[in-house]
């Protein structure tokens, strides 16, 4: 049996390595007792500036009579723990004829097909970008001025678009198969702290490793990629999914699971058109605050030695506005980055390496629009205003791709010019002063116009200070549900068809989409034989 101890509290300064005495005195047991522990949470308590505290949970094994003795004992935030364990489902017995089909790259498909393999199915994944090796290259020349590439940039390639935005791994659900996709971001490279830390961040600068560390592993295990290659559409005999076609030739297949992403606008369209179901669905957006890393770990820190054992401070903010405003993607010490899948468009995001180096702070602040606040009852109809808006903000920016951006102050009181001469920004191509009220919706914009000085308040007035805007920030989910069976995760009427992730409207993050995939995984293995057998 092993013991959970809870609410574990030790100043910042305090390193891991001494867990083990502090956690023999919560026991009242000799530290030699510990024989052995391990992190299941790992947070920052904040709140008192100037002393920050690490907050614990850990789980401990010790000598069979030191716990026969603890369990007559009465000792707070102490019980016993017993971890789930990573469900693996017997392999069904239907013959598969062709290898199950992976539909986009992103963290969806990347953990259907690494599960696949590893049951031996192996799976084919298909990506319409190029690999990561190559997005690399185009992403520095697209940020040097050069010419947008359609198919391999932020958004489209290996990985999908969390490959160049930040990979935070925060996700609020819990469970054996979060625990089991942390752990395989750990063996492709990601660092071990991630499987217990509150906000585990892997930093841009790690993602491009991690995605070909997961690619090996699949091409190792029998699975294949085929890069630029495009969904096209779907070949459905009897409501069954029989195969594809791509942009590279038609595919045989009946089991497809379908990780998409948000932003494959052209994907939704073919989907519609072919009759698979979905419907509009609330989505975020608004714009991205930036502002002096210093200012925010001033904010956060009471102590300056904090900076050297934390790092770069972060924040999130919520304010109720019309609309509930809200930070989102907080990327200390980072880039603005642009997040563009379709030219004639603008939109913006965030990103940060590990190191969290760079001058600048930044972060969305979003609003959450309804179905019922769209023009349209139509399915894509969020995805129509999303384009609507980025198609102001890429005139704004002279057709360049530049990011249009103004003050923070000049945006509360409705100047259309800004009140500096310079205005600094992380956006590497360039940006070009502007009113961002063009590029939002009215409820967003009065959302925010109110929401802004109730997060200013909080921040006794240092929010806002020497803060820019730019926008729009429109990719903070998808606009659009692909509908599915609650048990089987198959579309009605497209048997075969597994729609997972963010762009099927069914996550929210990198791990929530990861640990979709994965589900729709098992549900293939249940019912059907490995293909190696």
Same mark, same amino acid.
């Given at each position: 049996?092993?013991?959970?101890?809870?609410?574990?509290?030790?100043?910042?300064?305090?390193?891991?390595?001494?867990?083990?005495?502090?956690?023999?005195?919560?026991?009242?047991?000799?530290?030699?007792?510990?024989?052995?522990?391990?992190?299941?949470?790992?947070?920052?308590?904040?709140?008192?500036?100037?002393?920050?505290?690490?907050?614990?949970?850990?789980?401990?094994?010790?000598?069979?009579?030191?716990?026969?003795?603890?369990?007559?004992?009465?000792?707070?935030?102490?019980?016993?723990?017993?971890?789930?364990?990573?469900?693996?489902?017997?392999?069904?017995?239907?013959?598969?004829?062709?290898?199950?089909?992976?539909? *986009?790259? +992103?963290? =969806? !498909?990347?953990?259907?097909?690494?599960? #696949?393999?590893? /049951?031996?199915?192996? @799976?084919?994944?298909?990506?319409?970008?190029?690999?990561?090796?190559?997005?690399?290259?185009?992403?520095?020349?697209?940020?040097?001025?050069?010419?947008?590439?359609?198919?391999?940039?932020?958004?489209? *390639?290996? +990985?999908? =678009? !969390?490959?160049?935005?930040?990979?935070? #791994?925060?996700? /609020?659900?819990?469970? @054996?198969?979060?625990?089991?996709?942390?752990?395989?971001?750990?063996?492709?490279?990601?660092?071990?702290?991630?499987?217990?830390?509150?906000?585990?961040?892997?930093?841009?600068?790690?993602?491009?490793?991690?995605?070909?560390?997961?690619?090996?592993?699949?091409?190792?295990?029998?699975?294949?990629?085929?890069?630029?290659?495009?969904?096209?559409?779907?070949?459905?005999?009897?409501?069954?999914?029989?195969?594809?076609?791509?942009?590279?030739?038609?595919?045989?297949?009946?089991?497809?699971?379908?990780?998409?992403?948000?932003?494959?606008?052209?994907?939704?369209?073919?989907?519609?058109?072919?009759?698979?179901?979905?419907?509009?669905?609330?989505?975020?957006?608004?714009?991205?605050?930036?502002?002096?890393?210093?200012?925010?770990?001033?904010?956060?820190?009471?102590?300056?030695?904090?900076?050297?054992?934390?790092?770069?401070?972060?924040?999130?903010?919520?304010?109720?506005?019309?609309?509930?405003?809200?930070?989102?993607?907080?990327?200390?010490?980072?880039?603005?980055?642009?997040?563009?899948?379709?030219?004639?468009?603008?939109?913006?995001?965030?990103?940060?390496?590990?190191?969290?180096?760079?001058?600048?702070?930044?972060?969305?602040?979003?609003?959450?629009?309804?179905?019922?606040?769209?023009?349209?009852?139509?399915?894509?109809?969020?995805?129509?205003?999303?384009?609507?808006?980025?198609?102001?903000?890429?005139?704004?920016?002279?057709?360049?791709?530049?990011?249009?951006?103004?003050?923070?102050?000049?945006?509360?009181?409705?100047?259309?010019?800004?009140?500096?001469?310079?205005?600094?920004?992380?956006?590497?191509?360039?940006?070009?002063?502007?009113?961002?009220?063009?590029?939002?919706?009215?409820?967003?914009?009065?959302?925010?116009?109110?929401?802004?000085?109730?997060?200013?308040?909080?921040?006794?007035?240092?929010?806002?200070?020497?803060?820019?805007?730019?926008?729009?920030?429109?990719?903070?989910?998808?606009?659009?549900?692909?509908?599915?069976?609650?048990?089987?995760?198959?579309?009605?009427?497209?048997?075969?068809?597994?729609?997972?992730?963010?762009?099927?409207?069914?996550?929210?993050?990198?791990?929530?989409?990861?640990?979709?995939?994965?589900?729709?995984?098992?549900?293939?293995?249940?019912?059907?034989?490995?293909?190696?057998?």
């Amino acid at each position: 049996m092993s013991l959970r101890v809870t609410n574990l509290r030790l100043p910042v300064e305090v390193p891991e390595a001494d867990l083990p005495e502090h956690i023999a005195d919560r026991l009242c047991v000799a530290v030699d007792e510990v024989t052995s522990w391990r992190i299941l949470r790992k947070s920052l308590d904040a709140r008192q500036r100037t002393s920050l505290q690490f907050v614990y949970t850990v789980q401990v094994d010790l000598p069979s009579e030191t716990e026969a003795w603890l369990s007559k004992q009465s000792i707070r935030e102490v019980d016993a723990f017993q971890h789930r364990s990573f469900e693996d489902p017997a392999a069904g017995s239907q013959a598969l004829e062709d290898r199950p089909v992976i539909v *986009g790259s +992103g963290p =969806a !498909g990347i953990l259907a097909a690494h599960y #696949l393999a590893l /049951r031996g199915y192996r @799976p084919l994944v298909l990506e319409r970008g190029a690999a990561v090796k190559e997005r690399v290259p185009a992403i520095r020349r697209f940020n040097s001025g050069q010419a947008f590439e359609q198919e391999n940039n932020y958004l489209f *390639g290996e +990985g999908g =678009a !969390g490959t160049f935005s930040d990979g935070k #791994l925060t996700c /609020r659900l819990s469970g @054996p198969d979060i625990d089991w996709v942390l752990e395989q971001f750990v063996e492709c490279g990601g660092k071990p702290s991630i499987i217990y830390e509150n906000r585990p961040h892997l930093g841009s600068n790690r993602l491009p490793m991690l995605v070909r560390n997961f690619r090996r592993k699949i091409e190792a295990l029998g699975g294949e990629y085929r890069f630029q290659c495009r969904f096209e559409g779907l070949d459905v005999v009897d409501g069954k999914i029989r195969g594809i076609d791509t942009s590279s030739g038609y595919i045989s297949a009946s089991q497809v699971v379908l990780g998409i992403g948000h932003s494959a606008r052209d994907t939704y369209e073919r989907l519609y058109e072919s009759g698979v179901p979905m419907e509009a669905k609330a989505f975020q957006l608004g714009l991205r605050i930036e502002q002096p890393q210093d200012a925010i770990n001033t904010q956060k820190y009471g102590r300056p030695e904090y900076l050297h054992i934390l790092g770069a401070a972060d924040y999130t903010l919520q304010a109720k506005a019309q609309r509930d405003v809200y930070t989102f993607c907080m990327c200390a010490g980072g880039h603005i980055i642009p997040s563009i899948s379709e030219p004639g468009m603008f939109c913006t995001n965030g990103m940060s390496n590990s190191r969290h180096d760079t001058p600048f702070a930044n972060s969305g602040l979003m609003v959450t629009l309804q179905p019922s606040d769209f023009d349209s009852d139509h399915a894509l109809a969020g995805v129509e205003l999303q384009r609507q808006f980025e198609a102001v903000a890429y005139k704004m920016g002279r057709g360049e791709y530049f990011s249009p951006i103004q003050l923070a102050t000049d945006f509360m009181a409705n100047r259309s010019q800004s009140s500096s001469s310079t205005m600094v920004c992380s956006y590497k191509r360039g940006v070009v002063e502007g009113d961002l009220s063009r590029v939002l919706p009215q409820l967003v914009l009065r959302s925010l116009q109110q929401g802004l000085p109730i997060l200013d308040r909080k921040w006794n007035g240092n929010f806002m200070k020497d803060a820019t805007l730019v926008g729009p920030e429109m990719r903070g989910s998808s606009p659009v549900r692909i509908i599915r069976d609650r048990e089987s995760m198959q579309s009605p009427g497209f048997d075969g068809l597994y729609p997972v992730g963010e762009g099927a409207g069914f996550a929210g993050g990198i791990i929530s989409a990861a640990v979709d995939g994965l589900i729709a995984a098992k549900k293939i293995v249940e019912t059907f034989a490995p293909l190696n057998t």
